[in-house]
């Protein structure tokens, strides 16, 4: 491939992937304003508080899942052509519907798509806010922010843009519902490669690879439809670059070992797959490499429960969502979507840092301003009771009803703590979208040509999926003690044994 690392022409140094290779435009795309702010948001907001090196930002993610984009991009070609060879070789006919390198037209169109990808993925991540997805909740209403995307006359196609957006908005959560950070993502993408110069139809392409259903009118002659692919690729299930490269590199900031997997036979079982039946092509995974997705989805679930689901690490995610529940009852926002000027100033004004400042001034509750002072301060609120569903007894709602109860019986108890006691809900499905239009595990028939397996295969065909296909559930009640005083910590522990005998609770 020396006709695209020609074109990489610069390098970044990465402790998860190495040396990045990277081209001029990508250089020209990480050094907007609009994407160096996120060297400012935390990939995973507060866990440093219980990994000291979890400082990492979404600002070096995103330059991963580039990477790891066009490393799953070139290998699934590179696997195509191989297959094809061994066929040519020993006269084996068959796999008809594995695409090659012949699918494109000549080198320029390999190149172009290559890093439309790239880019794609490059940007998947721009439009996030500062506190993970709590922010979300505090953004502009969808039909304010599709408003103001159609008057934003720097960006050419706004209006097709913005109704298209619309499209999928009330799919999703209707125009009254607060914007989330993808859109936010498609406009802020839009507005970065309109300033460096792209043109319309390339914008465009790189758009629908962020999101196919942007039903935005790009050139496509071809019979089969390449982007669901690169899509998936991007934001696919079971496994796509954004996931493959934050479970590498929150493992490796949090020191753990649990979120590793083996990514190069990911790689290898990779294939691009023509639904011929659909007229498109999809990310194929050989049924010989069950056992690399397996590893994948069990790596995740891990990362899940002992890292991101770590009880202090909830512990400050409650204590932010307790203390901001007025303002969310209010409808308040940090963001200015009256123009296009106060709304990008708005972003890139907002660190982590500067979003808890302005939380922190801005709930009218002077108890909730302690919660939000004492959480930046790490007196962070304990953990006094942990509930677990018994299998074929308690379920989602069991669960939600008993943590309701507990968290009365405390207030109750003692008053004064009221507003510093609250339930904490946590929920994983670990094989979510194992079945469904993204990521298809591939079987042969008997002429050799893969084949879509038939649903239900990704479990019949894995003890390890077995395992995981039950959802994983827990109910947490923390509450503000402070330990080191001798009264408080004796009221804790007999509030402990007192909710343990009256709930009986069923531990995991």
């Given at each position: 491939m020396i006709f695209i690392t020609e074109q990489l022409n610069k390098s970044i140094l990465d402790p998860i992937h190495g040396l990045i290779r990277i081209s001029d435009d990508e250089m020209k795309i990480i050094s907007h304003p609009l994407f160096n702010r996120l060297r400012k948001v935390k990939q995973n907001t507060f866990l440093y508080f219980v990994f000291p090196s979890a400082n990492h930002t979404r600002f070096e993610h995103s330059i991963g899942v580039m990477h790891l984009a066009s490393e799953m991009f070139l290998n699934s070609f590179s696997n195509a052509n191989t297959l094809k060879n061994k066929q040519k070789k020993y006269g084996i006919e068959g796999n008809r519907n594995i695409l090659d390198n012949d699918y494109f037209t000549n080198q320029q169109e390999f190149i172009d798509v290559f890093f439309a990808l790239r880019i794609a993925a490059l940007l998947h991540d721009i439009g996030h806010g500062p506190m993970s997805h709590l922010f979300d909740q505090f953004a502009p209403k969808n039909s304010d922010f599709l408003n103001m995307v159609r008057n934003d006359d720097k960006i050419r196609f706004n209006i097709e843009f913005a109704n298209s957006l619309e499209e999928i908005m009330k799919k999703d959560k209707g125009l009254e519902g607060r914007v989330e950070h993808e859109y936010v993502s498609y406009y802020f993408a839009a507005k970065v490669l309109s300033d460096i110069g792209f043109t319309d139809e390339r914008i465009k392409i790189i758009l629908t690879i962020m999101n196919e259903h942007l039903n935005l009118k790009t050139t496509n002659i071809k019979d089969y439809n390449l982007t669901p692919f690169l899509n998936q690729i991007v934001a696919g299930a079971p496994l796509d670059c954004d996931r493959m490269d934050y479970l590498l590199r929150d493992s490796y900031f949090t020191g753990v070992k649990y979120g590793t997997y083996d990514l190069n036979r990911l790689l290898k079982s990779l294939l691009p797959f023509i639904d011929m039946e659909k007229n498109k092509i999809r990310l194929g995974i050989k049924k010989s490499g069950l056992p690399?997705?397996?590893?994948?989805?069990?790596?995740?679930?891990?990362?899940?429960?002992?890292?991101?689901?770590?009880?202090?690490?909830?512990?400050?995610?409650?204590?932010?969502?307790?203390?901001?529940?007025?303002?969310?009852?209010?409808?308040?926002?940090?963001?200015?979507?009256?123009?296009?000027?106060?709304?990008?100033?708005?972003?890139?004004?907002?660190?982590?840092?500067?979003?808890?400042?302005?939380?922190?001034?801005?709930?009218?509750?002077?108890?909730?301003?302690?919660?939000?002072?004492?959480?930046?301060?790490?007196?962070?609120?304990?953990?006094?009771?942990?509930?677990?569903?018994?299998?074929?007894?308690?379920?989602?709602?069991?669960?939600?009803?008993?943590?309701?109860?507990?968290?009365?019986?405390?207030?109750?108890?003692?008053?004064?703590?009221?507003?510093?006691?609250?339930?904490?809900?946590?929920?994983?499905?670990?094989?979510?979208?194992?079945?469904?239009?993204?990521?298809?595990?591939?079987?042969?028939?008997?002429?050799?040509?893969?084949?879509?397996?038939?649903?239900?295969?990704?479990?019949?065909?894995?003890?390890?999926?077995?395992?995981?296909?039950?959802?994983?559930?827990?109910?947490?009640?923390?509450?503000?003690?402070?330990?080191?005083?001798?009264?408080?910590?004796?009221?804790?522990?007999?509030?402990?044994?007192?909710?343990?005998?009256?709930?009986?609770?069923?531990?995991?």
């Open positions: 690399a997705i397996e590893n994948f989805l069990q790596a995740r679930y891990e990362l899940y429960v002992q890292v991101y689901f770590h009880k202090t690490n909830q512990a400050c995610n409650t204590m932010l969502s307790h203390a901001t529940n007025d303002l969310k009852d209010i409808g308040h926002q940090f963001v200015d979507c009256n123009t296009v000027d106060s709304f990008i100033s708005s972003y890139l004004e907002l660190s982590d840092e500067k979003f808890l400042d302005k939380v922190e001034s801005s709930v009218p509750d002077r108890d909730d301003k302690s919660t939000i002072s004492e959480l930046r301060n790490r007196k962070l609120w304990k953990r006094i009771i942990e509930l677990f569903p018994e299998k074929g007894k308690m379920r989602e709602e069991d669960i939600k009803e008993q943590t309701e109860k507990v968290v009365n019986f405390i207030k109750e108890k003692k008053s004064s703590l009221k507003p510093f006691v609250s339930e904490s809900f946590t929920s994983l499905d670990p094989l979510k979208d194992l079945n469904g239009e993204k990521a298809v595990l591939l079987s042969k028939d008997k002429d050799e040509n893969y084949i879509i397996a038939a649903q239900g295969d990704w479990l019949n065909n894995s003890i390890i999926f077995k395992a995981l296909s039950s959802k994983y559930l827990v109910g947490r009640i923390y509450m503000r003690a402070n330990t080191e005083d001798i009264k408080e910590k004796e009221f804790f522990r007999a509030t402990k044994q007192e909710i343990y005998k009256t709930f009986r609770p069923i531990e995991k």
